[in-house]
């Protein structure tokens, strides 16, 4: 069966960790570009970050640079995002896709089910 399945969502205080998870089944990751969106209640879902096929190179929404790292363990064939000193704000549920580039936009192809992550005290 031809999937992805994202995991490591949770709730977590600001400034806290977490690391999520993206498996793929049924289909190589190392031959796709993987993005990480999510989406809030109310808005519009939005590319976090992405991770090239061909030369591992990345890409970080403003809001996220320099708190964010994606990876990927190709013998696992799992894409990760650390995601650290966390806000409020990155309340939301993450998807993991495969990922195209529209112009300067990044769209998803493939998509996960979802991970919600929640960042309260």
């Known amino acids: 069966q031809v999937q992805l399945v994202e995991s490591g969502g949770g709730l977590v205080q600001p400034g806290g960790s977490l690391r999520l998870s993206c498996a793929a089944s049924g289909f190589t990751l190392d031959y796709y570009n993987i993005g990480w969106f999510r989406q809030a209640p109310g808005k519009e879902r939005e590319g976090v970050s992405c991770?090239?096929?061909?030369?591992?190179?990345?890409y970080y929404a403003d809001s996220v640079k320099g708190r964010f790292t994606i990876s990927r363990d190709n013998a696992k064939n799992t894409v990760y995002l650390q995601m650290n000193s966390l806000k409020p704000e990155d309340t939301a549920v993450y998807y993991c896709?495969?990922?195209?580039?529209?112009?300067?936009?990044?769209?998803?192809?493939?998509w996960g089910q979802g991970t919600q992550v929640t960042v309260s005290s």
């Open positions: 991770i090239s096929s061909s030369d591992g190179s990345t």
């Open positions: 896709a495969t990922a195209s580039w529209v112009g300067s936009s990044l769209w998803g192809d493939f």
